[in-house]
């Protein structure tokens, strides 16, 4: 029987990423592929119901605090070895470090981090970064440090990724920009189409995304 292990980096949430993950573990799974789940962090009762149906291991079930969760996410990540898999597909950003020990793996990725990677639009999202204009001069000086450490990691990291995947080519700039030497390729999220049905036509269409 083929085995894929899907690495992920966190199944805390009802999104999207999450749903796409659900998706792909529930497609292999119908077409007799074994599939297990590797995540950083898993919290059941913030996730969807059907992961319950899948093997699921995880290293934590809350977040630890920006600093000290990318950390030890990345380390767990670089010291996971799986063996007897087909294949990895990896999902997330610190999950990346699990690729140089996994192989053939891919990486379907939504961004790069953007606040390592200096993407403006969506800095304010990460709250982590408001210690880079605080007055505590020591704050401001860890804070440098910690980003510097954190991108270099991420740029040896991607070394062990062996085909990148973006969901969009919003997606795939960004990516590009992040990891000039690589190639990205795009791989839209799957859609469950029976879940969808044509009522009428009118003049306007609404597309949420």
């Given amino acids: 029987m083929i085995k894929i292990a899907l690495i992920v980096e966190g199944l805390n949430s009802f999104g999207g990423m ?20 590797f995540a950083g962090m898993c919290d059941e009762n913030k996730t969807f119901e ?3 149906e899948f093997n699921v291991k995880t290293f934590l079930k809350k977040r630890l605090p920006p600093v000290i969760n990318a950390l030890y996410l990345r380390y767990k990540f670089s010291r996971l070895t799986l063996k007897g898999y087909n294949g990895f597909i990896i999902y997330g ?3 990346i470090a699990a690729g140089k020990n996994n192989h053939p ?7 790069p981090l953007d606040y390592l990677y200096e993407f403006k639009d ?42 990148i995947f973006a969901v969009g080519s ?13 190639v990205v390729e795009i791989l839209y999220a799957p859609t469950d189409t029976n879940k969808l ?12 995304a």
Avoid: C, H
């Fill in 18 to 37: 999450t749903k796409t993950i659900l998706t792909i573990a529930k497609e292999l799974q119908k077409r007799g592929i074994e599939v297990n789940i």
């Fill in 50 to 52: 059907e992961f319950k």
């Fill in 93 to 95: 950003f610190n999950s």
């Fill in 105 to 111: 793996n891919v990486w379907w990725s939504t961004n």
């Fill in 122 to 163: 969506n800095m304010k999202n990460f709250s982590i970064l408001k210690y880079t204009k605080t007055k505590n001069y020591i704050k401001r000086v860890f804070l440098n440090i910690y980003l510097k450490l954190l991108r270099y990691l991420d740029q040896k990291d991607i070394e062990g990724v062996d085909k």
């Fill in 170 to 182: 919003f997606a795939k700039k960004r990516l590009e920009k992040a990891y000039p030497k690589r």
């Fill in 197 to 208: 049905r044509y009522l009428s036509k009118g003049k306007y269409y609404l597309s949420v």
